[in-house]
């Protein structure tokens, strides 16, 4: 794989590592073009029927606690945009309790590139297009980005995407001490993404806390939604900030529990 000949000993080197092995791993996934656009579109049809569910139900009742279709289309488009990168770009993210308790992290570990980067990136989910597509298609029709603000929506998409993957990295990992998690892992990850598309005032009390925190849904779809809303440069950088918060968490929970990893019993050799 010629990704492995990339330099990751600077942050530049490491951006140019994950860019090639997002590209390799999207284009492994491409190899069965047939199944690829049956997963992509299939995917995109699953999220505009369940949009659909909001265009009747706003029609009728016009806004939800200040939420109207524009505010719920860009919600929903960022929420799917970020989605559809994470699951291109980190789709190991769903298998990764799987890989850990399985013993599967001894066919990367002789890697000299980083463990948790090339787990995540090396799997590239054909639905995440699917996903990105509509996710990108919500956000122009809401007319809420016009051409300066897009870079905005873009970094917010982003930021989401990152808070998204390192929340799954962060359930994930439990299994390095707790064993087989990975039904449970799965099942808070999709959590995190189930409760960004629903508008942000209905949950309050211990559940907003919970959203805003372990269940980190707030950062993953109502705070960027906000952004693209109201771009303004504290808003941007605050949720940088929190984005980076959340992925450095996430990698010293997974550099901790890789001191406790005791292997499997594989043997076999990733080029």
């Known amino acids: 794989m010629t990704t492995t000949l ?17 590209r390799t791993s999207l284009a ?25 569910f909001w265009i009747v139900l706003l029609h ?20 799917a945009t970020g989605v559809g990168l994470a699951m ?26 980083p463990t948790l980067l090339y787990v ?16 990108l298609a919500m956000i122009a029709l809401s007319g809420a980005v016009h051409l300066t603000t897009a870079p905005m929506a873009a970094l917010a998409a982003i930021a989401g995407a990152v808070v998204m993957v390192s929340s799954g990295v962060i ?12 039904a449970a892992a799965r099942q808070l990850f999709e959590l995190v993404i189930t409760f960004s598309v629903y508008p942000e005032p209905l949950f309050g009390g211990v559940l907003r806390v919970l959203l805003f925190t372990l269940v980190p849904a707030g950062f993953v779809g109502y ?27 996430a990698a010293w929970v997974f550099g901790r529990g890789l001191r406790k990893y005791c292997g499997g019993s594989r043997f076999e050799v990733v080029g």
């Open 6 to 22: 990339t330099n990751t000993r600077t942050p530049a080197g490491t951006a140019r590592f994950a860019l090639a092995l997002a």
């Open 28 to 52: 492994a996934a491409m190899a069965q073009r047939g199944a690829f656009l049956m997963q992509a579109g299939l995917m995109a049809l699953n999220n505009a029927i369940f949009f659909t």
């Open 60 to 79: 009728r009742v016009q806004t939800i606690r200040g939420y109207g279709l524009r505010e719920m289309t860009v919600l929903y488009g960022i929420v």
């Open 88 to 113: 291109i770009c980190a789709g190991g993210v769903r298998q990764l309790a799987r890989v850990i308790h399985d013993g599967e992290l001894d066919q990367v570990l002789a890697q000299p590139k």
């Open 120 to 135: 995540l990136g090396r799997k590239s989910g054909a639905a995440g297009v699917g996903d990105l597509v509509s996710g």
């Open 171 to 182: 359930f994930s990992s439990a299994a390095f001490w707790l064993g087989p998690v990975d």
């Open 223 to 249: 705070v960027p939604a906000r952004v693209v809303q109201a771009p303004t440069v504290g808003g941007a950088a605050g949720l940088v900030l929190v984005a980076g918060a959340y992925a450095g968490a």
